[in-house]
C-alpha cells in the first residue's frame, strides 16, 4: 500500500503514533508498504526498514534506513548535531541546506547527476542489485509459488458468480446489498435534510390543500379538482432536485470504490433505487392523505389508493429522471440546467394546463413531447379515476338562459364543456374526453408506461455510470502565467553554470525597483512598521453554547518586532485563539481583556488586523507570489512596490547576486523579524 503526505497537519505525537500503525499493519499482515512523510521525526524515520532517496527524478540512495545517514558521510556531507536523519537526507539534496564536512578530502558529488553517478558507482548499489538477483533467483527456484498461492487465495475468495478475469471479490447481488445498506446509513446519518424535507411535505400539503378546500362539487370546480391532482403527481418529483446534488457530490467516492474493486458504480445505482422504495413510500402516505381528503376528492377507498398509487410512482420516475441527468452531466451546474428544463417541458406538455387536443393539433412540432412525458400519463390515470363515475351538477352560473322567467329545466342547458343539450348535469368521463381526449381505460396502460420510463431511466443511469466518469484526476498543481521577466529568468537557470554559483548571466532587476524611489519606499516601509503599539490580551475565553469551552483563560502579549508561536496538538484551540484575538468569531461568547496600549478595541481593529490561512492561498504558492498576495489584500499600491523590491533584494542576499532562486519560508521569517512586524503563527508539525 502507498500512503502520500498522509500524516501532513498532524501534530509530532499523532504522526507518530500513526506512522507506530503502519509498522504494526506491515508487520501483522506481511505486506509492502510505501511512504512518503512531511517532515518525519527521528522516531518515525527509525521505524522504517528501507529508505529511497531521489533528487530530479534520479535514485541517489536505496538501501537499509539504518545505512543512509553513514553513505552520505561517507561522500562528504556533515550531518549537525541534533539533526533528524530525514532532514540530513533531503538537506543532501538542497543546495542551499546541504554543508560538506570540513575533514573531507577529495571530489564532493553535487547535484542530482553527480549524486546518482555516485550512488551507482557504490558498494551500496551493488547491494541492491544482489538484493534483486537474491529475489529473482528464489522466484525461479520456487517457480513462483508465492504468485500461484496469492491467485489462489483470491480464486477462494471470489464469489461463484465472478468470473475469473473480474477484480471484484462479491457477486453484484452482495454488492447492491451493500451499497443499499450504506446508503440507508447515509441518510440517517443525516437526520436534520430528512426531518427538514418531511417538514416540507407536510407544510406544503397543509397549505395547498387548505387552498383548494371547499372548491365545488358541480363544473365549477372541475378544473380547479384537476389542479389539485396536477399538483398531487407533481411536487414530491419536483422536491426530488435535491438528489442532483448527492449524485454528484458522491463522485469522488463511488470512483475510489470501482478502483480498489470494491464495487461497481451501477450496483449504487440500484442501490438507491431500492432505498427509494421505503423512503418515498413514508413521504407519499401522508402528503396523499393531507392531499386528498383537505381537497375533497371522491372518498371511495379504491380511488384513493390508486391515487397514492400513481404518487408514488411518479415520485420514483421524476427521481430517476433527476439521477440520469446528474450521471450524463460533467458537473452540478449541468446537471441543474438539464433537470430544470425537463421539469418545464413536464410541466408545460403534461396536458393540463395546454390541453391535449390543442398540444396535438396547434402545436404539433413541438406536441410529440406530450407523448415522453410520464407525469401526462400519470396526470390522466388520476384525473379519470376521479372524474369517470361523477356527475357534474351544472353551476348557476353557467345554465343558459338563465334569469327571470327561465325556471324551465326541460328548456335549459349547461355552457360547460361536455353538456349536453337538455340537461343540466355533465358526466365526468364526458368531460374528460371532450376536454383532454382521456379515457378512463387508459388507466393501467398508463401504470405500465409510467413503470416503463422509470425503468429507461435507471437503465442509461446504470449504464451511463459504468461508461463516463467525470472525477478529476488527482490534485492538480496550480499554475501561473510567466512573465517575459520569468522567461528570462527560465532561460539564464537552463544554461550550463555550477550550480553553488547559481546563473552566469545577471537577470534583469526587478520591475518594481526600477520606479520606486527614496521617498515612495520609505513611506512604504512605513506603512508596514510605522506602528509601535502592544497588543496584550488577558484572560481570554471562548464558549459556544450548548457545545463547550474551548479557550480557558488564556494571557499574553504581542509587540512590533516579535513572533510569537502558537504551539500545540492537533485540536489544542491554536486557529481558534487566533481568530479571537482577530475579532473574527462569528458565533459563541468571547470573554477576557483584550488591549492595544492599554486602551479597549476600537471598531478599526478587525480591518488592521489580517489573518492569513493555507486556505487563501495554496501551499505551492513561492512565496514571493505569497508575500505579493498578502499584500495586495492588506496594503496600498506603494507597499506592494516596496516587497516587489525586498523580495527582489532578498534573493541577492541569500543566494547571490546572479540568482533567480525563491527564498524559503523559515529565510523570509529571519529578514521580516527585525523589521518590526508583529506576528502570530500557529505551528503545529514543528
Known amino acids: 500500500m502507498a500512503w502520500d503526505n498522509s500524516t501532513r497537519g498532524l501534530d509530532a505525537s499523532t504522526a507518530l503514533d500513526y506512522a507506530n500503525s503502519l509498522r504494526v499493519m506491515t508487520d501483522i499482515s506481511n505486506r509492502t508498504t510505501l511512504v512518503t512523510l512531511y517532515q518525519a521525526g527521528e522516531q518515525i524515520y527509525e521505524l522504517m526498514d528501507k529508505v529511497l532517496v531521489i533528487d530530479e527524478g534520479r535514485m541517489i540512495y536505496s538501501g537499509p534506513a539504518s545505512e543512509a545517514k553513514r553513505y552520505f558521510e561517507n561522500i562528504g556531507y556533515y550531518c549537525p548535531h541534533r539533526q533528524t536523519t530525514a532532514d540530513f537526507l533531503t538537506a543532501c539534496t538542497d543546495p542551499i541546506e546541504r554543508r560538506i564536512r570540513d575533514d573531507f578530502d577529495g571530489p564532493i558529488p553535487k547535484g542530482a547527476v553527480e549524486l546518482e553517478k555516485a550512488f551507482r558507482e557504490s558498494e551500496s548499489y551493488q547491494n541492491v542489485l544482489r538484493d534483486v538477483e537474491c529475489y529473482e533467483k528464489t522466484l ?3 517457480n513462483h509459488a508465492d504468485a500461484r498461492e496469492f491467485k489462489q487465495s483470491v480464486k477462494e475468495t471470489k464469489s461463484k458468480t465472478v468470473s475469473n478475469r473480474s477484480p471484484y471479490t462479491v457477486s453484484f447481488f452482495r454488492q447492491v446489498v451493500a451499497c443499499t445498506k450504506r446508503e440507508f446509513w447515509l441518510t440517517f446519518g443525516d437526520k436534520t435534510t430528512l426531518y427538514t424535507k418531511f417538514f416540507i411535505i407536510i407544510s406544503n400539503g397543509l397549505i395547498v390543500g387548505s387552498l383548494f378546500y371547499g372548491q365545488s362539487k358541480d363544473t365549477a370546480g372541475a378544473f ?3 389542479g389539485s391532482l396536477f399538483f398531487s403527481i407533481l411536487f414530491l418529483g419536483w422536491l426530488q432536485l435535491s438528489e442532483l446534488m448527492k449524485a454528484v457530490s458522491g463522485r469522488t467516492i463511488i470512483a475510489r470504490h470501482k478502483d480498489y474493486a470494491f464495487y461497481r458504480p451501477s450496483a449504487v445505482v440500484i442501490a438507491r433505487v431500492l432505498q427509494d422504495f421505503p423512503m418515498l413510500l413514508i413521504q407519499v402516505i401522508p402528503f396523499s392523505i393531507i392531499m386528498y381528503f383537505l381537497t375533497e376528492l371522491d372518498v371511495n377507498v379504491s380511488k384513493f389508493w390508486i391515487y397514492l398509487l400513481f404518487v408514488y410512482i411518479t415520485t420514483i420516475c ?8 446528474a450521471a450524463l452531466s ?11 428544463i425537463a421539469l418545464n417541458l413536464l410541466i408545460i406538455y403534461t396536458g393540463y394546463v395546454i390541453p391535449k387536443p390543442q398540444l396535438i393539433s396547434d402545436y404539433i412540432w413541438f406536441g410529440w413531447i406530450y407523448y415522453i412525458n410520464p407525469i401526462g400519463y400519470a396526470f390522466e390515470a388520476v384525473i379519470t379515476d376521479e372524474f369517470y363515475d361523477r356527475n357534474l351538477a351544472c353551476a348557476p352560473s353557467e345554465i ?21 343539450v337538455g340537461s343540466l348535469s355533465v358526466p365526468g368521463a364526458r368531460y374528460l374526453e371532450v376536454s383532454f381526449n382521456y379515457a378512463r381505460s387508459h388507466l393501467w396502460r398508463n401504470f405500465g408506461v409510467v413503470i416503463a420510463f422509470a425503468a429507461l431511466y435507471i437503465l442509461i443511469t446504470v449504464v451511463a455510470t459504468e461508461l463516463f466518469d467525470f472525477t478529476s484526476g488527482g490534485g492538480g498543481v496550480l499554475e501561473f502565467k510567466r512573465s517575459r521577466r520569468a522567461k528570462k529568468d ?3 537557470a537552463a544554461q550550463p553554470t555550477d550550480e553553488e554559483k547559481g546563473p552566469a548571466n545577471e537577470p534583469a532587476s526587478s520591475s518594481s525597483s526600477g520606479t520606486l524611489d527614496a521617498g515612495t519606499e520609505e513611506k512604504a516601509l512605513k506603512a508596514i512598521s510605522g506602528s509601535e503599539s502592544i497588543f496584550t490580551w488577558e484572560n481570554v475565553e471562548y464558549t459556544v453554547p450548548y457545545e463547550r469551552k474551548f479557550l480557558n483563560r488564556i494571557n499574553g502579549y504581542a509587540k512590533p518586532g516579535v513572533m510569537v508561536a502558537l504551539m500545540g496538538a492537533s485540536g489544542a484551540g491554536k486557529t481558534t485563539l487566533l481568530n479571537t484575538l482577530s475579532q473574527r468569531q462569528k458565533i459563541g461568547v468571547v470573554g477576557g481583556d483584550m488591549l492595544v496600549d492599554g486602551r479597549p478595541l476600537g471598531t478599526e481593529f478587525q480591518r488592521l488586523v489580517f489573518l492569513a490561512s493555507l486556505s487563501l492561498i495554496s501551499s505551492l504558492t513561492p512565496v514571493a507570489v505569497f508575500l505579493q498576495c498578502l499584500t495586495v489584500l492588506i496594503a496600498d499600491l506603494g507597499v506592494l512596490a516596496f516587497v516587489s523590491k525586498w523580495i527582489f533584494t532578498m534573493k ?4 547571490g547576486k546572479h540568482s ?15 523589521k518590526k512586524l508583529p506576528m502570530l503563527t500557529s505551528l503545529s508539525n514543528y
Open 490 to 492: 527560465v532561460e539564464a
Open 140 to 142: 525461479h527456484e520456487t
Open 330 to 340: 460533467p458537473a452540478i451546474d449541468d446537471a441543474v440546467r438539464f433537470s430544470g
Open 318 to 325: 421524476v427521481t430517476a429522471l433527476y439521477r440520469m441527468f
Open 652 to 655: 541577492q542576499r541569500l543566494y
Open 400 to 420: 343558459v338562459p338563465n334569469g327571470p322567467g327561465y325556471d324551465n329545466p326541460a328548456y335549459q342547458g349547461c355552457a360547460f364543456t361536455g353538456a349536453q
Open 660 to 674: 533567480s532562486s525563491q527564498p524559503s519560508f523559515a529565510r523570509t521569517v529571519q529578514y521580516l523579524g527585525p
Open 224 to 226: 380547479s379538482r384537476g
